[in-house]
Each structure stands twice: as C-alpha cells, then as structure tokens.
C-alpha cells in the first residue's frame, strides 16, 4: 500500500527543500542585520557531512530533471543574463551556481541545496528593473550562502527526534505512573510543528537581510528589494478585490515565509542601513529591459491569459509608472476583451486605439484595433488598420479571414 | 509481526521471460538508500546509495547472463549511440507516469473493468519503440530500489515502545527498515509494458533487519525477489498447460 506514500515521501524531501528555500508569499520575528549576515560558504564549496552529501546526491537527479525539463526557456540571451546576474550578486558562490528560467506565469524563484535556481517567467514580467531582480536573486543566493537547507534540514531531524522520544517516553513513563499524558504529547507535537515554521520564516528573513547586503555591495539600489514586495503586495490586494475577496495576508503561526508587510518594512530598514551614504547606486532599467527585449510581449500574453483581470490589470499599471508604451497599452486592451464584463468591450476598443499611437505596438494591437472599429461601424479606418496589420504580420494564421473583412 | 516482505506482479497475457540470446536495456536502476532517523524522517546518503547502487548492478548483471541475456546499463541519459538524452528523458518521463498509473490501478485497488481479465494492458507505444529501433534492443528495463535503514536510535525508540507493554503503554509497531523496489520490462519492438513488479519489505520493529542492499548478498536477494521469479502471462500459461 505504501508505494505512493514512500515515492511521496521522496518528492517531499525534494519539494520541501524547494519550498524552504523559495521566496513567495508570509511573522517576523525580531529584524536579522544585515552586518551579521556573512557568507558560511566560500567558493568550490562541496558538502563533506554524510547528511549533507546525501541531500547533495538526490539533488543531482533533481537538477538533471529540471535542466532537462521541456517547461524551461531556451533563449540562450536570456539564460545568459541570468547567469551574469546571479555571477554578480552571488556573493563566493557566485561563479558556481546554475540558473534555470521555467515558463511559468507566477512570482517565484526557488534555491536548491546544492546551488542550483530556479527562476520562473512571471517574476521577469513582475520586475520594473535589474535591482529588482537581481534583490530577488540575491535572496536566493544568500540561502545558500547561509547554508539554509542542510541547516533547516537538521533543525527537523533533531526536534522531530526529540519529539518521537519525547511521545515515547512520555507514553510509557505516564503509563508506569498511571497517568494520562496525551494532552501533554498533543501540546508537543504543536510546539514542535510551530517552532519548524518559526526557524523556516527566520531563514527567509536572514536571506532578505543577506541579499540586500549583496546588491548594496554590487552597486543596485537597495530600496528595491523592498519595493518589490509593494508591488506584491498591491497585486494580490487587486486580484482579491476583483474576486470580492480579502487578501490572504500570510501572517499566521503556520507561515513558511514572513508576511510580505513585515518583509517590505525590514527590507526598508536594511537598506536604510547598507546604503553608504554618497555612493551611487543604480537600478538598471533600460538594461533590464533591453534584457528581455521581445520575450516581455511572451510574458505579458501569459500573465493576461491567467484569468485574473485584477492582477493583470494593476501590473500593467504598475510597469506603466515607468512608462507607456504600446505593448502595455494593447495588453491593457487585452485585460479588458478578455474580462468581458458590461462596457468592457467600450475600455478595450480605447487602448487598442491608444496602443497604436506608439511605434511599438504589436503587430495584434493592429487586428483588434480593426475589429474594434468594425463594430463601430467604422469600416474604412478598420480596413487601414487590418491592412496594416498584414504589412505587419504577413504570414499571420487569420490573413485570409482579415482579408475577407476587408471586403 | 517482525518483518515482511510481499510482492506481486502482473505480465501481459501474451508475455514469455525473456529467454536464450536477448538484448537488455536497463534505464540506470534509480537506487535512493537513507536513514531512517529516529523522528522517522528519511536521511539519504549518498555513500549508501552508491554502494547498494553498484551490488545491484553487479547482482543483475549476473542474473541476467544466467539467462542468456545481454545486458548494458545506462547511468546517464547521454551514454546512448544514436539517441539523443531529450528522447530518453521522454520514454523515461513516459514509463514513470505509466508506472503510477500501473500501481494506482493493478496495486492500489482502483480496478479498471475495461482491464479486468487482460493482464498487464499498458504501453509505452510509438516512443518505446523508436528507442529500441534506434538502440537495437529488446527490452528495456526500468528499475527503482528505496530502502530505509534504521538509525540507532530509531532502534532505541522501537526497544522503549515494546519495554513499555510491560507498563500498560504498548507502541510494539514503531516502524522500522522499509525497503521497497519495483520494475518495469518494457518490450521495445511493441513497446508494451510486458511485465511489472513490486515488492515491498518492512519491518515494524526497527532493529530487524531482511536484506540490506549495501551488502552484495542483500542486493542479490533484492535482485532475485524481483526479477527471479518472472512468470509468463495468462494466455501463454494456458497455452502451457493444455499441452
């Protein structure tokens, strides 16, 4: 009976190593400093515990898995950023870690024990700039650099130990003096499970106060880590409030991760603190987006796809505070069509008209801004701009249909 | 009470063991050996899987010849000629889906009825079979071992629940060792999956012990529970004894 139970015992250890080391959403004790956060690993570093070497061991399969894995992006610039990025704020490790980029449309990245991330496509679409995500990367890092995983990893093997002697000593020592002790193993067994989730939340908080100090030391602005989780903050506010629901705001006793309020306020502190006063400290925008340059149309038509109008719709808003243009306008549009709610239709046909003003809209702003006119009975405009739009996209799968519109 | 071991298979009703002059693939046997803490967490180790990693190779490589078979074994997905490490990846992806599909189904108690009465009725179809078309194998085998060796104290834990039936505070079945293998035969000129095996090992007292891999007798024993006793399907069974 026990063979998914014991397969799932594996994935759990994989999965659980993942999740402790990966940075999503979460009480934070007393604020980590910075200035205590040094590296405990240098460079080349290989495990030399048996403990520590078997979670490196079943980290290769992982690894051959991921790398070989058909959800990753294949874009060798792409990759190639990435792989300078974390060389740049990786601290000693930096040349030795490996960097994936999975297609998967949510605010994720994860470390793996032996040094290896995983960066999924939703936080490109997320980051406004370089500093942004390099903090993001930088926070990975400094779980290896802090050796969170095997240290998480023993944390669990002694207090689960402790508890299983415990239980047993408990039970047979109340048994002997003919007392009940279930209540008091209950008790237990809920110290013990709360004081895991305390020290899994500590380490997010030492990996925040270690990736700031990385991007100080690299020359990005500080303060971008914790805007970071404003805008995530914004986001799930957003996407709840379109759902008529609250917010899940992460912040209770059971939390992996601190709760992204209290890990804006102390990454605010921290880069108050690392922050050498007359040094100048950039963000790396236009970098950044020469960066991603064509895959950001890719990232914003998987975002707007996910069904979930109120966060699309405030991270378009939110990339837009450095600017329109007619990628974010069209996507705007797209918001919109898709959401199909009462007048929607009216809000669509508004940014397609806008997205076209900008030299950059894409090819589709062009067809839905035709379509759009059509409906408005305006079939002589429609016919510039779906003629247009075949200038643009001459082998387009709909070119024979958008002729036949034309008339 | 003590220890444990059960195992059961399925083969299509058509299948006969591989017998005489036969080419063998075997996907690297995926072996994960760990202790088990006295928590009951599962500690891997890497100097433990290498060890029973290479007593199982050896004990299936002689096996194997006993049978007339030739067997090469692939560690890593690039160590194919003629086929690239994307398309192992695939059939091995493939058979991984299809084998938790077989254990849900034949294992677990979700019975199909369009299955009943068939045999072992999967395939691994059109991939298996350009694989074995590229390789120029038979067979292909693919193997997972996990076993559990109880630490010390998981031992001492199991000592004080059985002392403490003396006391009115009985925890006799504390769990100790597990060990649990399965295999999959798939036949690369149809790409059927032609036979299946799982064979599960337990104790419920940590301190028993009943084959360890990281010996080469342990593993040989592992070897022989899984794939010494392969019977041919229904049909050819039958076939057999109506002559």
Same mark, same amino acid.
């Given at each position: 009976m026990c063979i998914r139970c014991d397969l799932s015992r594996r994935s759990l250890l994989i999965g659980g190593a993942a999740a402790a080391a990966s940075l999503s959403t979460g009480v934070a004790e007393a604020r980590i400093r910075p200035?205590?956060?040094?590296?405990?690993v240098g460079p080349g570093f290989k495990p030399t515990d048996k403990d520590e070497q078997g979670l490196w061991k079943e980290m290769e399969r992982a690894e051959e898995e991921i790398a070989g894995s058909?959800?990753?992006?294949?874009d060798a610039a792409l990759t190639n950023y990435l792989k300078n990025l974390i060389g740049k704020?990786?601290?000693?490790?930096a040349q030795d870690f490996r960097i994936y980029l999975a297609r998967?449309?949510?605010?994720n990245a994860m470390m793996f024990p032996s040094g290896f991330a995983v960066v999924f496509t939703g936080l490109l679409l997320r980051m406004r700039n370089e500093a942004q995500l390099a903090g993001v990367i930088a926070h990975e890092s400094g779980h290896f650099l802090r050796r969170h995983m095997i240290r998480s990893w023993r944390d669990m093997r002694r207090k689960t130990d402790i508890f299983a002697i415990g239980t047993m000593l408990a039970g047979v020592g109340g048994a002997a003096g003919g007392v009940y002790m279930g209540d008091y193993v209950r008790l237990a067994e809920l110290g013990t499970l709360l004081s895991l989730f305390r020290y899994s939340r500590e380490m997010e908080g030492e990996a925040d106060a270690m990736g700031a100090r990385l991007i100080e030391q690299a020359g990005y602005q500080p303060i971008e880590m914790s805007n970071i989780w404003r805008q995530l903050i914004g986001e799930q506010q957003a996407s709840a409030a379109y759902r008529r629901k609250r917010r899940d705001?992460?912040? =209770?006793?059971?939390?992996?991760h601190p709760a992204p309020e209290d890990r804006m306020a102390d990454l605010k502190a921290d880069a108050l603190e690392v922050t050498v006063p007359g040094k100048a400290y950039e963000t790396g925008r236009e970098r950044y987006l020469s960066a991603i340059g064509d895959y950001r149309q890719t990232l914003l038509d998987e975002q707007v796809k996910l069904n979930d109008p109120g966060a699309s719709e405030y991270l378009i808003q939110t990339l837009a505070l450095d600017g329109w243009n007619g990628l974010l306008r069209f996507y705007e549009g797209e918001v919109w069509r898709l959401r199909n709610r009462h007048g929607d239709d009216v809000r669509a046909a508004q940014s397609y008209a806008a997205a076209v003003?900008?030299? =950059?809209?894409?090819a589709d702003a062009w067809r839905w801004h035709g379509i759009s006119l059509m409906k408005a009975g305006r079939a002589g405009e429609a016919k510039a701009a779906f003629a247009r739009y075949l200038t643009m996209?001459?082998?387009?799968?709909d070119a024979a249909w958008v002729r036949q519109m034309m008339g | 009470m003590s220890a444990c071991v059960q195992t059961r298979q399925f083969a299509d009703v058509q299948f006969t063991p591989p017998q005489g002059d036969y080419k063998l693939l075997v996907l690297r046997p995926d072996v994960t050996v760990g202790s088990l803490t006295t928590g009951g967490m599962v500690e891997p180790r890497a100097d433990w899987t290498d060890q029973a990693r290479s007593n199982i190779v050896a004990a299936l490589r002689a096996q194997q010849a006993s049978r007339g078979g030739r067997v090469q074994f692939i560690?890593?997905?690039?160590?194919?000629?003629?086929?690239?490490a994307d398309e192992i990846a695939d059939v091995e992806r493939l058979n991984y889906a299809v084998a938790e599909s077989i254990v849900i189904h034949?294992?677990?108690?979700?019975?199909?009825p369009t299955k009943r009465?068939?045999?072992?009725?999967w395939t691994l179809g059109e991939d298996a079979v350009r694989l074995g078309q590229k390789s120029g194998y038979d067979y292909a085998l693919f193997m997972h071992a996990e076993d559990q060796v109880a630490s010390t104290g998981r031992i001492v834990l199991g000592v004080i629940g059985l002392a403490g039936c003396f006391v009115g505070?009985?925890?006799?079945?504390v769990g100790g060792a597990t060990q649990l293998d399965y295999a999959s035969l798939v036949?690369?000129?149809?790409?059927?999956?032609v036979w299946f095996n799982v064979v599960q090992a337990g104790s419920q007292v940590p301190g028993i012990k009943f084959g360890?891999?990281?010996?080469p007798q342990g593993a040989e024993q592992m070897v022989e529970r899984l794939l010494g006793r392969m019977k041919p399907g229904a049909a050819v069974r039958r076939a057999q004894e109506a002559r």
């Open positions: 200035q205590d956060m040094v590296p405990l058909n959800l990753l992006v294949r704020v990786g601290g000693p490790a998967i449309p949510e605010f705001r992460g912040y =209770d006793l059971f939390a992996t003003v900008y030299p =950059d809209a894409p996209k001459p082998n387009a799968p | 560690e890593r997905r690039t160590e194919l000629p003629g086929v690239t034949k294992y677990l108690g979700d019975y199909l009465g068939k045999g072992l009725d505070f009985c925890a006799p079945n036949d690369l000129k149809t790409g059927e999956v360890d891999l990281r010996t």
